[in-house]
């Protein structure tokens, strides 16, 4: 039988999602519980999160055979799981379901917070900076992101990806308040997403906030593919994947 679960964990102390050789990871964490429960072959996860990366919702899958039933799997994985990764739903996949090539969309979110002084309720999940970007600077240039483009600037190293064209369905630039203190959450839904796709976006976006950059340099970058015109990438903590939508209720309760 193959299962699907959704996961969440707080990467602050992962090498990342995918296992690793002598490496903490999420899916190793998953594979040992899993271990313990029944017989399984390895967890397949919905795409790949970086050491410090975190998640609310992730999506999963396993194949085996459990005699515990698919909609209580998530509870007893988590009495097998430490602190920082629990599985929160389970249920049998549906036929045929992959949940790395079915994905539809991702969203994602990045935060960071503007302090002198790192802020100890906020360090773990939003990166912190000196400077404090004009917001609606930030969202001016959204709509430049939006869309169908060839975001080869967007893309870090190393990226494996055999084209570097993407659809951003919705971009947004927020800012909240968190003990005291400003919290900007920079939302992104797609198609798909490069190698640090979303920290070189919160970036440039932070850049344009803060004059560093402005819409002529996005523009030039989309156009000719030069990471070098764009600004730095930001810091892993900021950000979280918060759904993978298949355009299917996976858990019952959901809907399309």
């Known amino acids: 039988m193959r299962y699907v679960l959704q996961i969440a ?10 296992r690793q050789p002598a490496a903490r990871t999420v899916q190793g ?3 040992r519980a899993a271990a313990q429960i029944g017989t399984f072959s390895r967890v ?12 609310a919702a992730q999506v999963g899958q396993t194949d085996g055979e459990t005699p515990v039933p698919p909609e209580k799997l998530a509870e ?31 969203t994602y979110c990045y935060r960071f917070y503007c302090a002198r002084t ?7 999940y939003a990166a912190r900076m000196d ?8 969202r001016a240039v959204l709509p430049l992101l939006t869309g169908e483009h060839d975001f080869a600037a967007f893309r870090a190293t190393g990226s494996s990806a055999k084209t570097t064209v993407r659809t951003l369905y919705e971009l947004t630039a927020d800012c909240i308040e968190l003990y005291g203190v400003p919290v900007y959450e920079i939302r992104v839904t797609g198609n798909g997403f490069l190698y640090n796709m979303v920290r070189i976006l919160a970036g440039e976006l932070y ?14 970058a989309l156009r000719t593919g030069r990471r070098d015109l764009l600004y730095r990438t930001l810091p892993a903590e900021g950000l979280m994947l918060e759904q993978v939508d ?3 209720p996976l858990f019952g309760e959901e809907r399309p």
């Open 76 to 106: 007893v994985l988590s009495r097998q799981l430490p602190a920082d990764v629990k599985v929160l739903k389970s249920a049998l996949a549906p036929e045929g379901f992959d949940c790395t090539r079915a994905v539809r969309k991702k």
């Open 44 to 55: 397949t996860l919905s795409g790949r999160t970086d050491a410090g990366v975190h998640a």
């Open 246 to 248: 298949y355009g299917i």
């Open 207 to 220: 850049a344009v906030g803060c004059g560093i950059a402005d819409a002529s340099d996005v523009e030039k």
């Open 131 to 138: 400077r404090a970007p004009d917001r609606d600077a930030m």
């Open 9 to 18: 964990y707080d990467g602050t102390d992962f090498a990342g999602s995918q």
């Open 29 to 31: 964490e998953l594979e």
């Open 118 to 124: 790192p802020h100890p309720l906020l360090a773990r």
